[in-house]
């Protein structure tokens, strides 16, 4: 089994919106999504055997900083290390683009996610009180920096 890369485009929209939808209990809008996929927005697509997809992140870029913006995996195909395979392409690609700083946010209960980019040597600097959604109220963003 192998992993292809591609760039993400407005023609992905269509195929990655129900992975964005089963991954997140707020998933994006296909407004927010399209509207982050061009200029300073970069991603990629990670398919399994040039077919199924195996999940996608975007970034931003601006004045030297990257943020990761979304990273997503089918639920299904969670716990295979495709989040990380994905990550660590956001940082290549984000060094690609001479970014010294990187950013994230990540809920607070995900905890999984957290160690993820712990282990990538992502630190907390900050929480962002109140910040994501839930099912009933709201819950707290950790905010995470990696310095190139």
């Known amino acids: 089994m ?10 992905d929209v269509e195929q990655l919106m129900p992975i964005e939808n089963a991954a997140h209990s707020h998933p994006w809008s296909v ?8 200029g300073r927005y970069f991603g990629e697509v990670a398919r399994i055997n040039n077919d199924e997809i195996a999940g ?3 970034g931003e870029h601006v004045a030297g900083e990257a943020t990761l913006m979304d990273i997503c995996v089918p639920p299904a195909l969670q ?3 495709y989040g990380k ?25 995900n905890i999984s996610a957290q160690m993820l980019y712990i282990n990538q040597g992502f630190i907390e600097t900050g929480r962002r009180t109140g910040y994501y959604p839930k099912a009933v109220g709201y819950e707290d963003a ?4 990696k310095t190139l």
């Open 56 to 58: 996608f992140y975007i």
């Open 85 to 109: 395979t994905l990550l660590l392409k956001f940082i290549a690609q984000s060094k690609e683009l001479n970014a010294h700083k990187l950013w994230l946010e990540v809920r607070s209960s």
């Open 142 to 145: 950790i905010v995470m920096c």
């Open 2 to 11: 192998t992993l292809s890369f591609t760039s993400i485009s407005t023609n």
């Open 31 to 38: 407004n927010t999504f399209s509207s982050c996929i061009g």
């Open 79 to 81: 716990g295979n290390g």
